[in-house]
Each structure stands twice: as C-alpha cells, then as structure tokens.
C-alpha cells in the first residue's frame, strides 16, 4: 500500500528555516512525480512545489527562491527545506505522489496526513 | 494559466444528489481536473480525473460507486448521488499545467458541502 508521512513542521520565527521530510512506503520515490502542496488555516489548497522523476524541479512563485525540494533516493524519502519563512508560509504542508501514464499525469493519487508549520514571533 | 472556479457551498438532504462544478477559464475547455475530497480535519484524498469526454483513468482508492464525473464545455462536474453522512466535506478541482520549469498545478477555492 502507498503510504507518505510527513514530518519537521513546528514553530519558527519570521526569517528562520525549517526543513520537511516524507517517508515514503509502497512505491519508489525516485519513480514518481513527488509535490508538496500547502493549505493555510481555513484557506484552500496550494501547490507549492514538484520533482520528478528525473530529479528536475519546479515551484510556485510564492516560495521560488526560498524553498528547495529534494530526495534521498535509498532512503525513500522527499524534503522540503524552507529559508526565509514568512508568516504567509504557516499552513498543513502535505507530500502526495501524481501518478502518469502515457497520456499524461492522471491527478495527486496519494497524499499524507500532513505537517504543521507556524511562522511567528 | 487554467484558473478553476468553484461555487463555496452546496448542500444536499441525506440520499438525495448533488452536482457540485468546477468551471474552467475561457481558452481551456480541453483541460483535465482532478477531484478531492477533504473531510473536516483530514487530508485530501484523490476522488478522480475528468476531462470533457467523462472520467479519465481510475477512481482514487475506496471512491464508492455513487461518486461520478462528467464534463461540458469549460464545466467539470462531480455528482454524488444518495449522499451520504460522510459526504459533508470540502471538495476541490485541481489541474496541471506545463511541464517541466513551465509546470504549475492549480486548485479551485472548494466547495463546502453540507448534508441536510
């Protein structure tokens, strides 16, 4: 069974870094398109970043610049390491896998439960 | 880039259905969207993807039979009919656009949905 879990969300204060780890079971990271996606207190969902599976990278404009997202292949596991934070950036970060076939990606099919993260003084 | 408009709520009395919408922006009636559901307090979870033509692909894991998909024009619709308790949630459209340094993935603002 597919399973991410999510870890390293906490309190830091407005300019400080923090760095978000996904263990990731019942598929190989390395063969998939990984994101993490943000969702603000009461807001809606927010796409912040993607690798895939040849290790290219993209993100959001909100965080470009700030935020890298990265894998440990042999450990199975996606990060996110997060500079600069912003009160803005507070919010649950999740991990999900999107799934392709050949006509293309097929949706976020696996997503953890979530990690919180503060920013505030 | 795809901007995906939801209605903020929609409600339905216990084993009656509902047609919940994601409208897609002038310029991308051939897009795809994705469906999620949020119960309060969980995570997303992957319903299904649809584009004009009906379903694409497989439902997400556990998605009863009384959940389906359908698409029109710039409208991407998911209807649950006998709705049940464990229906009232949030649900979202996303959709993927670009690849590569290009990509982006956007979500709808969600609806709310309340069984009555």
């Known amino acids: 069974e597919a399973q991410l879990v999510e870890s390293g969300g906490g309190l830091v204060r407005p300019g400080g870094s923090l760095k978000l780890s996904c263990a990731v079971s019942?598929?190989?990271?390395?063969?998939?398109?990984m994101n993490w996606v943000r969702q603000a207190p009461g807001k809606e969902l927010e796409w912040v970043s993607i690798i895939y599976s040849g290790a290219r990278t993209n993100y959001a404009d909100s965080v470009k610049g700030r935020f890298t997202i990265s894998r440990h292949n042999s450990k199975n596991t996606l990060f996110l390491q997060m500079s600069s934070l912003r009160p803005e950036d507070t919010a649950v970060y999740y991990c999900?896998?999107?799934?392709?076939?050949?006509?293309?990606?097929?949706?976020?099919?696996?997503w953890g439960q979530g990690t919180t993260v503060i920013v505030s003084s | 880039q795809p901007v995906l408009t939801q209605p903020p709520s929609a409600s339905a009395s216990l084993g009656a259905s509902v047609t919940l919408t994601c409208t897609l922006n002038?310029?991308?009636?051939?897009?795809?969207v994705d469906w999620y559901q949020q119960r309060p307090g969980k995570g997303p979870r992957f319903m299904m993807r649809?584009?004009?033509?009906?379903?694409?692909?497989s439902k997400g894991d556990g998605i009863p039979d009384r959940f389906s998909v359908s698409g029109s024009g710039l409208n991407r619709f998911l209807t649950i009919k006998d709705i049940q308790e464990e229906d009232e949630s949030d649900y979202y459209c996303?959709?993927?656009?670009?690849?590569?340094?290009?990509?982006?993935?956007?979500f709808g603002s969600g609806t709310k949905v309340t069984v009555l």
């Open positions: 649809v584009g004009i033509g009906g379903i694409v692909g």
């Open positions: 002038s310029g991308f009636n051939d897009y795809k």
């Open positions: 019942g598929f190989t990271v390395t063969n998939n398109y």
């Open positions: 999900t896998r999107t799934s392709y076939d050949s006509g293309g990606l097929t949706g976020m099919d696996v």
């Open positions: 996303g959709a993927d656009h670009g690849y590569g340094t290009t990509f982006m993935y956007v």
